[in-house]
T-cell receptor, first 114, second 113 residues
């Protein structure tokens, strides 16, 4: 059974650019959630995708957007990058949308915005 | 507004002794609590959880206690092992239909041989 994978591992962008991060969910998992983890902080919920649609969103502006594909993999897109977007971005897959459905996290993508 | 707080950034314990990690919350709507463990360069891994209708849940060396009136939960690890050294996050679910977890800042646990 393949776990959750994310690509790329590290990424450096400049302010104002756009970035796309990718996540492959664990086999059989139909739900993907994205989190942002700033240095020294806990992960913060960005949004969740279920059946290829956004199912819920945290306190993040619209320049954070996503996609989920028929194979349940997902993308996180961030437009007009700001310095504060520098963080570790984690995706988590699960069977079912509720938080008590165990979420399996990938290793994350480290984004640095200069 | 930090709804889930872990006030101890770090904890150091001797192998074989008990580790107690604490977590406080402010949102009364939270109805499910989870602990995750994170090693460097890896994603968080689920450890143990507890529903708000319970006050204790045990799984091997790990026990989580919930005190709803104090809005406080704790994770006990007995006995602690060097392999337990990691960052521990508590997280809470407010019962929405989607899987939004609210995480604390994390506590770095170091278990010395």
């Amino acid at each position: 059974e393949t776990g959750v994978t994310q690509s790329p591992t590290h990424l450096i962008k400049t302010r104002g650019q756009q970035v796309t991060l990718r996540c492959s969910s664990q086999s059989g998992h139909n739900t993907v959630s994205w989190y942002q983890q700033a240095l020294g902080q806990g992960p913060q919920f960005i949004f969740q995708y279920y059946r290829e649609e956004e199912n819920g969103r945290g306190n993040f502006p619209p320049r954070f957007s996503g996609l989920q594909f028929p194979n349940y993999s997902s993308e996180l897109n961030v437009n007009a990058l700001e310095l504060d977007d520098s963080a570790l971005y984690l995706c988590a897959s699960s069977i079912g949308t509720r938080a008590f459905n165990e979420q399996f996290f990938g290793p994350g993508t480290r984004l640095t915005v200069l | 507004d930090q709804q889930v707080k872990q006030n101890s950034p770090s904890l150091s314990v001797q192998e074989g002794r008990i580790s107690i990690l604490n977590c406080d919350y402010t949102n009364s709507m939270f109805d499910y609590f989870l602990w995750y463990k994170k090693y460097p360069a890896e994603g968080p891994t689920f450890l143990i959880s507890i529903s708000s209708i319970k006050d204790k849940n045990e799984d091997g060396r790990f026990t989580v206690f919930l005190n709803k009136s104090a809005k406080h939960l704790s994770l006990h690890i007995v006995p602690s092992q060097p392999g337990d050294s990691a960052v521990y996050f508590c997280a809470a679910d407010d019962g929405t239909s989607y899987g939004k977890l609210t995480f604390g800042q994390g506590t770095i646990l170091t278990v010395h041989p």
